[in-house]
């Protein structure tokens, strides 16, 4: 009765180019960003997803609309990435340097880690309900990532965030994650 889940992180944005976070602003797609997600396509094209879901925010909606090219694609507001409140159209820096501080703690005027993982657990429950034994494909954004690996593979949130593709560089075209 296992879910299999296939997450995506969506393109390059203007703001990623600029170091600025972007958190629930729309976020364009940098010229970089729309060619990585018209690659994708082609790297994962054997796969067969049985429904694809993206975030609301303009950045994830692209990325999937030209990563599934001709295919429905459904938007859904708990893949949004972290609310960083008076932090976001701000320099990274300003805070990614010690993310954990707002794992309980919600960005000021924001919300949490936590509050992103009770989303994204939200999510999960939903498609236990509605996708059993059906390969999902999820196009969003770094928070939501970290709440899967802290929700499906267990990790704490410190754990998630040192250990997170960005910090390495090491992107690939797809995780995979098992709901049970």
């Known amino acids: 009765m296992a879910i299999q889940i296939t997450y995506f992180v969506h393109g390059t944005t203007t703001d990623n180019e600029k ?13 970089k960003g729309i060619q990585q997600a ?24 692209d990325s999937a609309n030209l990563n599934f090219p001709n295919r429905e ?5 708990r893949l ?16 990614e340097a010690d993310m954990t501080k707002w794992v309980d703690k ?7 880690y936590k509050d992103v993982e009770t989303r994204i657990a939200d999510f999960l429950e ?8 059906e390969h999902i494909a999820l196009v969003a954004h770094q928070a939501p990532q970290l709440a899967l690996d802290v929700l499906l593979k267990g990790k704490t949130w410190q754990q ?3 250990e997170d593709w ?6 690939q075209p797809g995780w995979e994650y098992t709901l049970e």
């Open 19 to 31: 170091h600025l976070a972007t958190g629930w602003a729309g976020g364009e797609l940098s010229e």
């Open 38 to 61: 018209k690659e994708l396509g082609p790297l994962v094209a054997g796969k067969h997803f049985d429904v694809i879901f993206c975030s609301d925010l303009k950045r994830a909606i």
């Open 73 to 77: 694609i459904i938007q859904d507001s």
């Open 80 to 95: 949004r990435e972290c609310n960083y409140g008076d932090f976001a159209q701000q320099p990274v820096d300003s805070f």
């Open 106 to 112: 919600p960005y000021p005027n924001g919300e949490s």
């Open 126 to 133: 939903f498609l236990k309900k509605n996708y059993q034994q």
């Open 160 to 162: 998630a965030i040192a």
């Open 166 to 171: 960005h910090c390495a560089k090491a992107w």
